[in-house]
């Protein structure tokens, strides 16, 4: 825990434990109810010395930021694989990006552009001049979730203090120690240490203090749809941003050819052992090319190594609790029971389920209709355009889709159809850059991110008029 920029000890402790084994990684101070506004007072000092500095103070901060987290990638990659399961080679691409996301951050710092108002264009406005300047909302609550825990939190505290607001993260608890050691980067990098806290511990015991709390002006959350919308019924009157789950589906159509995509799909339904938020859950795949594609994509499946994460050869690694291991292989089953094909995969060990492709479930099933966040990928078909739209579109998620087609106008009537926040044409729905909008419709989430964006999220509007005579 990191309050003012400084190590807390307590008592009470967070124990985290590898998924993959359930050995002892570390452990940190656990955050209590009372520390809830000791970090809020902090941040609102933080707030007041960082409204001192220029936006050229925090650009440097944060490119001294991203070359810290550069120097210190393989401690890092080691904590995130140790304390969360994703491979070793994940974990460093997690954190490569993580250097780029405090990179655009920093970036953005540069660019709180306002704009002038042309006040004398309405009747009573003569003798006005009006324009606006983009200011910081001064507090901003950061909830990250287990499965990006570097870059995520990143993705909320980067552009927060890159618009000049004090921070408070909350990270996962599974993930605590990477959280921690993000606030120590943040204070090295010569942040305002009042800015910086960290408040380590579990979401039920200290969320609700945190997030009602009035100073608290915006809180971005990064986790599972239930949690998120229980926040936005507790929060209060402030802004709520929130990144949530989805069911992510990719359309392979007729004139697709699936050998050159499969490998794709393949990783984008097992990287992190499908625990990423636009995993790919589904694939509706034209009637004409199913069978040769669950052939190839069961071929690949099985290709893959799954075991233990901080191998290096290791393709997929455990999921994040028994308890989800349990989960996902009882909805297979369900499936299964309900008429849908077990193509392979499914075996458990330690934690780690080796990659499943399921054809033809019923799409009523769980495994559509919720988000599953585990190795499977299921595979239906569809009989035309309108079909595979109405497919992809009846749920209530809404994050990426992907879709595969030869044919430019097909392309783009999927573009405007499909009820999501992005649309990757002839890519997985997994595709991210760090600077792109990023984000859900309907029940995936309200807001985006990308520094940009998320900067937008964390500002207000200040008007200013000038009556001049
Ligand atoms: P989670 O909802 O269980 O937890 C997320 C965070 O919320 C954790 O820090 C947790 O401690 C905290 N929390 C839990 N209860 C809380 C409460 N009552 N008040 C305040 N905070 C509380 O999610 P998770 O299991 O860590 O992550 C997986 C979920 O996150 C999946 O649904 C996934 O799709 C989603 N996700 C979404 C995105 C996105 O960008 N849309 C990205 C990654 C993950």
């Known amino acids: 825990m990191i309050i003012a920029g400084k190590k807390i000890d307590s008592k009470d402790r967070v124990v985290v434990r590898s998924p993959y084994d359930n050995s002892v990684v570390g452990e940190v101070s656990r955050a209590a109810q009372a520390d809830v506004p000791k970090a809020v007072e902090s941040a609102k000092e933080g707030f007041i010395k960082l409204s001192k500095l220029s936006a050229y103070d925090r650009y440097r901060t944060l490119t001294r930021l991203a070359g810290i987290l550069a120097q210190r990638s393989e401690r890092f990659a080691k904590t995130i694989t140790s304390e969360m399961g994703k491979t070793i080679k994940e974990a460093r691409s997690e954190v490569s990006r993580a250097v780029e996301t405090v990179t655009w951050s920093a970036e953005e710092s540069k660019r709180l552009y306002g704009s002038t108002v042309p006040m004398d264009a309405a009747p009573t406005g003569t003798g006005k001049t009006g324009f606006y300047l983009r200011v910081p909302v001064g507090i901003v609550a950061a909830i990250s979730p287990f499965n990006f825990p570097l870059n995520l939190s990143l993705h909320k505290i980067g552009p927060a203090y890159a618009a000049g607001n004090a921070f408070i993260l909350k990270p996962a608890e599974s993930t605590s120690l990477t959280g921690e050691m993000i606030g120590e980067a943040f204070v090295d990098a010569g942040a305002v240490p009042e800015a910086v806290n960290v408040l380590t511990g579990s979401g039920s015991e200290i969320g609700l203090h945190l997030i009602s709390h009035p100073n608290v002006r915006v809180v971005t959350f990064t986790g599972s749809r239930d949690v998120g919308e229980w926040i936005t019924k507790n929060a209060g009157l402030k802004k709520v941003v929130m990144e949530l789950g989805s069911n992510s589906a990719v359309v392979v159509c007729e004139d697709a050819g699936p050998e050159a995509m499969v490998k794709r799909v393949a990783l984008g339904g097992y990287a992190q052992a499908g625990q990423v938020c636009i995993s790919i859950q589904r694939v509706y795949v ?113 994050l990426q889709a992907g879709v595969y087609t030869k044919d430019i106008n097909r392309a783009w009537r999927y573009a405007r159809g499909l009820e ?50």
């Open 286 to 398: 034209h009637e004409n090319l199913f069978d040769r594609f669950v052939k190839l994509l069961a071929d690949q499946a099985r290709s893959l190594k799954a075991g233990n994460p901080l191998e290096e050869s290791t393709d997929v690694g455990p999921l994040i609790t028994k308890n989800d291991v349990k989960r996902v292989r009882s909805w297979i089953d369900e499936a299964v029971a309900s008429g849908a094909t077990l193509v392979c995969g499914g075996e458990i060990d330690n934690n780690v389920m080796t990659p499943v492709v399921l054809a033809n479930a019923k799409e009523t099933d769980r495994v559509i209709k919720d988000e599953l966040f585990g190795p499977v990928i299921v595979v239906n078909k569809f009989r035309d355009d309108e079909h595979a739209l109405k497919l992809v579109n009846d749920t209530r998620y809404g």
């Open 420 to 469: 999501v926040g992005g649309v990757l044409i002839n890519e997985i729905p997994n595709f991210r850059v760090d600077l792109m909008p990023y984000g859900g419709m309907k029940e995936s989430g309200i807001g985006r991110e990308g520094p940009r964006f998320a900067i937008e999220e964390m500002t207000e509007i200040k008007l200013v008029v000038f009556h001049i005579n």
